[in-house]
Antibody
Framework: QVQLQQSGAELVKPGSSVKISCKAS????????MHWIKQQPGNGLEWIGW????????KYNQKFNGKATLTADKSSSTAYMQLSSLTSEDSAVYFC???????????WGQGVMVTVSS | EIVLTQSPNTMAASPGEKVTITCRAS?????MYWYQQMSDASPKLWIY???KLASGVPDRFSGSGSGTSYSLTINTMEAEDAATYYC?????????FGSGTKLEIK
């Protein structure tokens, strides 16, 4: 069965960077886009961007240009998102989600809580 | 970007009651998608292509709409349906989500 297993919670300092992972199993990793979605308490869901692991192509929400960098490792079926220059506004839960016919998401990781605090 | 406005923000329904959640788009969209999110869990795709139920979704759920107005309906509310529901439009970049409707059981 399809599974997306994300890395653990992160507590990071303002101004630093963090890299979170999403390991895929149960399907052909290189055949589906992997999307990343941000959820802040009370703020709903925001699409960050996607990566196509088959060729490394990416597309970002303009709002996250320069904030998020998406990569993928085909050998380990793992997608990564690096967030840089972190501020309190980046404190949120971040989900990876498999793209389903474009910009919908049929399988989700369990989410990673990132807390930015000094 | 297309803004999706859901209503109500929160509601409570009794078992057996009919529930309707609406989602209005700031511009016309071709399809609407709905996700169910339980507390401290990931969202689950619930309804796709406006009216198709995702695998495992009970048939008391339905989706409808077109253009700028869409809805999710539960024919007879059950306790297990208590969750937050989000609408999402796929087809104008960036994809956007509604702010969610928290549905509670009375």
């Amino acid at each position: 069965q399809v599974q997306l297993q994300q890395s653990g919670a992160e507590l990071v300092k303002p101004g630093s960077s963090v890299k979170i992972s999403c390991k895929a199993s149960g399907y052909t990793f290189t055949s589906y886009d992997m999307h990343w979605i941000k959820q802040q308490p009370g703020n709903g869901l925001e699409w960050i961007g996607w990566i196509y692991p088959g060729n490394g192509n990416t597309k970002y929400n303009q709002k996250f240009n320069g904030k998020a960098t998406l990569t993928a490792d085909k050998s380990s079926s793992t997608a990564y998102m690096q967030l840089s220059s972190l501020t309190s506004e980046d404190s949120a839960v971040y989900f990876c989600a498999r793209g389903y016919y474009g910009y919908t998401y049929d399988y989700w990781g369990q989410g990673v809580m990132v807390t930015v605090s000094s | 970007e297309i803004v999706l406005t859901q209503s109500p923000n929160t509601m409570a329904a009794s078992p057996g009651e009919k529930v309707t959640i609406t989602c209005r788009a700031s511009s016309s969209v071709s399809y609407m998608y709905w996700y169910q999110q339980m507390s401290d869990a990931s969202p689950k795709l619930w309804i796709y292509d406006t009216s198709k139920l995702a695998s495992g979704v009970p048939d008391r759920f339905s989706g409808s709409g077109s253009g700028t107005s869409y809805s999710l309906t539960i024919n007879t509310m059950e306790a297990e349906d208590a969750a937050t529901y989000y609408c999402q439009q796929c087809c104008s970049t960036p994809p956007t989500f509604g702010s969610g409707t928290k549905l509670e059981i009375k």
